[in-house]
């Protein structure tokens, strides 16, 4: 049960997405999690699947959260301290206006909040941290950005970067390099 045979350690290599891993568990009569190990001890990895449903919300919404997004809304990296990446694209829209916000998370996902204000007028911040729901915003409200065209095409190449690395633990140093990279690129758009 323990000993992979050599056929069993060629399936391993189709490994595109994270469903082939319960295919492969079913085939080599193993757990999924065993499987993922083996995967990840041969240096094999999975593709992060980003589904495309942006293409399902009305035109007006699109223009409505378009133009709000250039007025109010922010794109920029994080900075994490965890052993899998040390940064992380964040979409972030704030406003009084929480009426506006649950468009965002209604269509979008992420998570509101409320925020204190020095004036104590209340706030509420809307922000995106979950990669296919930022490719699909992204891919949302391009077309139709202005103000923050050139972050948004920033923000689109890291995700398509990070889809490609195809690791979920250990990141090559090249895709931490460029990750600091556009973190500063990001940081200088947003004083502009």
Known sequence: ????????TELLKG???EYDFDRIAVLVN???SAVKTKAN????YSYPEIEIYHTKIPKEIKAYLSGHFDGEGCIRMES???GRLSRRLIIAVSSANNPSLELY??????????K??????????W????????????????????????QLILGKEWILKRCEERKTVALSNEFIEYSNKVAEQLKQLKKL
């Open 127 to 150: 922000r995106l941290t979950n990669q296919e729901d930022l490719y699909n915003f992204i891919e949302f409200i391009l077309l139709f950005s202005i103000e923050k065209q050139q």
């Open 15 to 17: 490994i595109k997405s």
């Open 80 to 82: 994490r301290y965890s």
């Open 1 to 8: 049960m323990y000993n992979w045979t050599k056929e069993q």
């Open 105 to 114: 998370s209604k269509y979008f996902n992420g998570h509101i909040s409320a």
């Open 30 to 32: 193993k757990t999924r």
């Open 116 to 125: 204190k204000h020095f004036t104590n007028k209340p706030m509420f911040s």
């Open 41 to 44: 001890r041969m240096k094999i």
